[in-house]
């Protein structure tokens, strides 16, 4: 397909205005043939009536509920399936994009049809040029994900494309028949995990996530919960187990 209809999903809970820069910054993007659905899970910031008034082009779905990241996210991607998706990108709400983003992706999900996923290059938001994450690696005995490239100042050592284990759910382009291979998220999880779990059922599959070097966003990491919490802690720890466990690895 020359230029397959993406629907790009945004998850957002309880943050207004980075959800509007987001938007902001997606009203900038160059690729030809996709639309923004907002999912508002659950948010009593305002954030639906905010989106409304400012982005109307937007369609919004609002959970009433906050249902978690994979199962919020899931209403997104079976809505864009049943309105003619042929890809769809799940983004963070606290992410802002370079205008090409999206066409570099896109190009690069169709250079083979066993590539399911691919991820931008990702950098923190407040320091511009140092790379956040750059897909990631899971241990198999121990479950333990870890990004690829954290902390790492940009100097042009990413040129080529490359395999990894996950793409990092801040930005993530799937394609449509990979979605009806592997199937959704799993909402058990709820919040960490979603993706690698995804991208592992994928690879187990014989389908790969690619990340894309040139393919640029900057986010603002651990907007909605703080990092070292006893949230972010008990969901890390659980849901790696779980992994483990659903899997049979480690």
């Known amino acids: ?3 397959p209809r993406v629907a790009v999903i945004v998850l957002t809970w309880n943050g207004k205005e980075d959800a509007l820069e987001c938007l902001k910054s997606l009203r900038q993007v160059t690729y030809p043939n996709f639309w923004t659905v907002v999912v508002d899970n659950g948010s009593s910031d305002g954030t639906g009536d905010a989106v409304r008034a400012s982005y109307p082009e937007v369609e919004l779905i609002e959970t009433g509920e906050n249902l978690g990241f994979a199962a919020g996210n899931n209403v997104g ?3 864009a399936l049943r309105n003619g998706a042929d890809v769809v990108l799940l983004l963070n709400n606290d992410t802002v994009v370079d205008p090409e983003f999206l066409s570099l992706l896109v190009q690069s999900l169709y250079r083979s049809d066993d590539i399911a996923a691919v991820s931008p290059l990702i950098y923190y938001y407040d320091l511009p040029d140092v790379i956040w994450a750059a897909g990631g690696k899971i241990d198999r005995k121990t479950g333990i994900s870890y990004q690829l490239h954290i902390d790492e100042r940009d100097i042009g050592q990413l040129t080529e494309e490359f395999d990894v284990d996950y793409g990092v759910g801040a930005a993530l382009l799937i394609r449509k028949e990979a979605l009806e291979t592997v199937g959704l998220l799993d909402p058990r999880i709820f919040l960490y995990y979603e993706e690698s779990d995804w991208c592992f059922r994928a690879k187990k ?9 040139s393919s640029k966003i ?5 907007r909605s919960i703080s990092p070292g919490s006893n949230t972010q802690l008990y969901y890390f720890c659980r849901n790696r187990l779980y992994f483990l466990k659903k899997h049979g690895i480690g």
Do not use: F, Q
Request: glycine letters at 4%.
């Open 1 to 3: 397909m020359k230029s």
């Open 77 to 79: 991607i079976e809505h």
């Open 205 to 213: 599959a014989g389908l790969r996530t690619v990340i894309v070097p």
């Open 218 to 222: 900057w986010h603002k990491v651990s």
